[in-house]
């Protein structure tokens, strides 16, 4: 049994925390996307960075190394220079023979071929180029004159002095200006490499500020969204709850309710079950008022049946008797109704008891109740009122009738009624009263009818 009664207790709740869910996701489901949405275009930025800085980085360490190679370049340059101007010394002075000047020979043109490969890699490596081709150019043909002359130079120092040292002032002018391009490109490739701190730099700072931008526009919307999201749903939990409390205080019927419609007709998910669950629920109450209305109400005439007028006249009666004041209690009857009938027909008579009923009924104050007691017979259970007030209420409902001409194609009547007023005294019992009404109207049949009788 306790089994039975969780099991339905978690399928009773189930549906509602699948609402709940589905709210909270309707919540939440933009916040998130745009959340990830800014989450992938930070991602994005973060990883354009990182390559970024991995080819600068890359061109950095390209930088370093021509830089180192230039450097080492010139310093070795400069050991050839100063092993030629002592191969020449040597020789000026006798202090090397002609074997001993071959070997240095041998040795420079070695040294010079190596550093031959290695200014023409220099020269061919793309951040050289950047610096310039024309010194690039030209510091390749000083490097070759500066090599031709001081082959030429070591190649004769043991034979001919004199003119190798001519060759090497040529030389020394050629090394001369091959160190000034190479600074000059050195220099160049220094400020490129300054230029690549300065772009990362740059670019780091664009990055952060476009990070922390996405983030500002990625919280300016998380805020806007849950601000439109927490009206668009306060709007229609207002909605529905204002549909609600209009129903609970309704009397009657329940009344129409448009936004809930509009909402079950345009809404999706959760709110638009819950505007179906609202409209079903309004149909349950207008099915049962309904069925109350329809079991206290004559078919015929759409006044009170005598039950339901009979319940009202013994809830008067006891109030009335509580609090001091006084009831009234009106017996209605048609004068001559079989006549009609006779005459007419039974469809006839239904018509007048009908047109009847509405004269009646419009002649009523606020807070009396009339009902039909049976047949042609009416009454009517009036609050409140003094014995002047009944008989003054009396004569209205008798006058107005008695002017109505009820016509259906080629027949027309005009009816009369005989009304019998009671009003409670002290003493009386709801039985007494009744009587006395209905001996009142007794009397007015029997003193020639269409006329009002209080007793």
Known sequence: M???????????????????????????????????????????????????NRDRHRHEREDLRLLIDSSQLGEEMAVVHQLVAHSLQG????????????????????????????????????????????NVRLMVEDFDNYRNFVVMATDIAAIDPLTATGYIDKAHKHFVDFV???QTISARISDAALAHVDQG??????????????????????????????????????????????MAAQTGMPPSLPEMETMQRRGFGEFKEMAAAV????????ERQQAEEKSITDELTGLRNRRF??????????????????????????????NINDTC????????????????????????????????????????????????????IRQAIEELEIREGSVSVRVTISVGIAVSAFGDTQETLLKRADTALYQAKEDGRNRTILL
């Open 2 to 52: 306790d089994q039975d009664s969780s099991s339905r207790r978690g399928s009773i709740t189930s549906p509602a925390k699948a609402r709940r869910r589905g709210i909270l996701l309707l919540f939440l489901l933009p916040m998130v996307l745009v959340s990830m949405l800014g989450g992938l275009v930070a991602t994005w930025s973060l990883y354009s960075l990182r390559e970024e």
């Open 91 to 134: 020789a000026a002075a006798g202090e090397l023979d002609e074997a001993a000047l071959y070997l240095l020979h041998s040795e420079i043109v070695e040294m010079l071929a190596a550093l031959e490969v290695r200014t023409r890699d220099l020269s061919q490596q793309p951040h050289v180029l950047e610096a310039g081709d024309d």
């Open 180 to 182: 000034k391009r190479r």
């Open 201 to 246: 730099a740059l670019s780091l700072a664009e990055t952060i500020a476009l990070v922390l931008v996405i983030s500002g526009v990625v919280c300016v919307l998380m805020l806007s969204l849950a601000v439109a999201s927490g009206r668009f749903l306060s709007l229609r939990l207002t909605a529905i709850a204002d549909a609600l409390n209009l």
């Open 279 to 286: 409209l079903a629920f309004r149909t349950a109450i207008q």
């Open 309 to 338: 007028l009979m319940t009202r006249f013994r809830e008067e009666f006891e109030r009335t008797r509580r609090g001091g004041s006084v009831l009234g209690f009106l017996m209605i009857d048609l004068d001559h109704f079989k």
């Open 345 to 396: 027909g039974h469809p006839f008579g239904d018509l007048v008891l009908q047109r009847v009923a509405r004269a009646l009924q419009g002649m009523l104050r606020e807070y009396d109740v009339a009902g039909r007691y049976g047949g042609e017979e009416f009454a009517v259970v009036a609050t409140g009122s003094s014995d002047s007030d009944l008989v003054a209420l009396a004569e209205r």
